[in-house]
């Protein structure tokens, strides 16, 4: 099984689920649990709108144009009932601002859409039709505007495909309406006018529709905005904060340390050097701790590439690790050389932290591989081990800030290595298998890129 690993860790909810829920989310103004809302800065719902004026115009051409045919006085004032009753809920719909639905249920908003699209279009446009001739109304084809409207605004959802079965019904009862309610029809002129003059009017009827989504989508966008900055502006708190006490506690450790080496140096501290050495190897492994940490904290360091020869970058990052790979009895091996354009601090920090994991990874007596060879667009680095692999759960994690499989692990080294690995505009990638190992493959440009900062790299 293999892993890309992304610029940072997946979202937790997956892709779909979450971008159908966003659609809904937008459309209807709710935004996800936990978001607060903007302040309010709408004013109160006017009328009209420029938009409404559309439907307003459609009904009105269409009334001057059976009343030159003597229409019924009674049968344009449905018309008007019509018009009026669309503008009602308009109104009503554009009331609630984005703080009422901040906490709104996305399957309950969107029966509510449906709903609102249901009585603003299904029964004025009905009633329209049933006064204009019924089933052989020029004005028909606008019955479809409920069934638009609300697929436009929560898309294609059981509840939308009930409303089409409600309008294909409405066109059944229609169908059935005796002729001395809904009239004798138009001359086949006036008849095709109307038509022409309705095939245009489901737009005008829309327009409030799409115009008011549109308004949606701008106020949860400018919440989306305000709720970034404010959890960035708390991020960078924290950070701050994080490195200070880390600051504050990495002089004492020195100290402490020092004082430690002294009495294992001293002979008179014979009898306490097996508790002095636990001592020093826990001060080591804070201390290691807090450095990984404030790696972690200083990632907006620019990269500063030179070309660099990744063969001997290698083999000295290999030379480091030697002590803790004999104390592991794990062999280490290198091969292949490269030449790229890269920071090689960084890059041999990014590689420390990964040839150390794979050491910790493979049991006494295996053998960790690093293979250096170059590629069409810049150089691959493959760290290849022979330990215990990683069951697809574990892979699935990797590269989560603070997870870790080991007691003693700070669950950074990946991170700080990806992060490095971004900033470069190259990739990481694992492959593990349970028994069979882990493969970590590097990729790196030939000049770096200075893809994204670590910060973006290490906490997106």
């Known amino acids: ?69 003597g229409t019924s006085a009674w049968r344009i004032a449905i018309l008007a009932l019509a018009a009026a009753g ?69 898309g294609d959802r059981g509840e939308t495909r009930w409303l089409l079965a409600a309008t294909a019904l409405g066109v059944c009862v229609l169908a059935v309406l005796p002729r001395s309610w809904t009239g004798v029809g138009s001359p ?33 966008e400018r919440a989306r ?67 990984n940490y404030l790696s972690f904290t200083r990632p907006l360091q620019g990269v500063e ?30 091969d292949g050389d490269a030449m790229v354009e890269a920071d090689p601090r960084r890059l041999r920090e990014a590689l420390l932290n990964l040839v150390a994991n794979a050491i910790e990874a493979t049991p006494p007596g295996g053998e960790v591989f690093v293979e250096v060879r170059a590629a069409a667009e810049g150089a691959e680095l493959v760290v290849r081990d022979t330990g215990r692999g990683m069951p697809p759960e574990v892979l699935g994690r990797i590269g989560t800030p603070f997870f870790t499989t080991r007691d003693d692990g700070t669950g950074l080294g990946v991170v700080l290595a990806r992060s490095v690995i971004a900033q470069h505009g190259g990739s990481l990638r694992y492959e593990s298998e349970p028994g069979k190992g882990t493969r970590v493959e590097v990729t790196l440009p030939r000049v770096a890129r200075e893809g994204r900062d670590g910060a973006c790299a290490g906490r997106r």
Not at 200 to 206: K, Q, R, S, Y
């Open 86 to 154: 669309q503008q009602v809920g308009f109104f009503a719909w554009r009331r609630p601002g984005l703080k009422h639905c901040v906490n709104a249920d996305p399957e309950r908003a969107a029966r509510g859409a449906v709903l609102r699209a249901s009585s603003t279009f299904f029964v004025t446009t009905g009633l329209a039709i049933a006064a204009t001739g019924g089933v052989g109304s020029p004005l028909l084809v606008t019955f479809l505007v409920a069934y638009l409207a609300a697929v436009t605004i929560v």
């Open 1 to 69: 099984m293999e892993r890309l690993l992304a610029d940072g860790p997946d979202l937790a909810m997956p892709r779909p689920t979450m971008v159908a829920q966003t659609l809904v989310q937008h459309a209807t103004g709710a935004l996800p649990a936990g978001m607060a809302a903007p302040s309010d800065r709408s004013v109160a719902p006017r009328w009209p709108h420029r938009e409404d004026l559309l439907p307003v115009g459609y009904y009105l051409l269409v009334a001057a144009v059976l009343a030159t045919t």
């Open 188 to 220: 086949r002129p006036v008849h095709a006018l109307l038509a022409a003059v309705s095939v245009l009017g489901v737009g005008a009827l829309l327009v409030p529709v799409h115009a008011t989504r549109r308004k949606k989508l701008e106020e949860l």
């Open 225 to 291: 905005s305000e709720l970034a900055s404010e959890a960035l502006a708390r991020a960078q708190t924290l950070e701050q904060i994080g490195s200070k006490v880390a600051h504050e506690l990495k002089n004492p450790l020195t100290g402490v340390k020092a004082l430690v080496q002294l009495g294992l140096r001293n002979p008179a501290e014979g009898a306490s050097h097996d508790r002095l050495e636990v001592v020093e190897r826990e001060v080591s492994r804070m201390q290691e701790i807090l450095q």
């Open 305 to 334: 590439p030179r070309r660099v020869d990744l063969g001997p970058l290698v083999s000295d990052t290999l030379e480091v690790l030697s002590a803790r790979a004999n104390d592991a009895r794990v062999r280490l091996y290198a």
